[in-house]
């Protein structure tokens, strides 16, 4: 499987943002999905995750701000971002974790930056 993250760009703080993540392949809809972030000279952190019985779960920072959703028709993770503050600029990245074997795809990153 083959993701791409999308979506990304440059918007003011208390901004909002759309990401999408395409995958392409036939594995999706059985399968967690996450986004996650890495700022400069910082480790890649989770954002939120999603589970193919599409329970959430939200970094604290996030919470309240971000909306993880997904859509396996479409085979697309979405992460919907609101309230954009300068400490979210960093480059998202999204993640498929397969539930038999545990087996990570990684989609290559968007970079989203908020100025203040």
């Known amino acids: 499987v083959q993701l791409q993250a999308f979506g990304g760009g440059l918007v003011q703080t208390g901004g909002s943002l759309r990401l999408s993540c395409a995958a392409s392949g036939t594995i999706f809809s059985g399968n967690d999905l996450g986004w996650y972030r890495q700022a400069p000279g910082k480790q890649r952190e989770l954002v939120a995750s999603?589970?193919?019985?599409?329970?959430?779960n939200y970094a604290d920072s996030v919470k309240g701000r971000f909306t993880i959703s997904r859509d396996n028709a479409k085979k697309t993770m979405y992460l919907q971002m609101n309230a954009l503050k300068s400490e979210d600029t960093a480059v998202y990245y999204c993640?498929?974790?397969?539930?038999?074997?545990?087996?990570?795809?990684w989609g290559k990153g968007t970079q989203v930056t908020v100025s203040s």
């Open positions: 993640r498929l974790t397969t539930l038999i074997g545990g087996i990570e795809f």
């Open positions: 999603i589970t193919s019985g599409h329970s959430t």
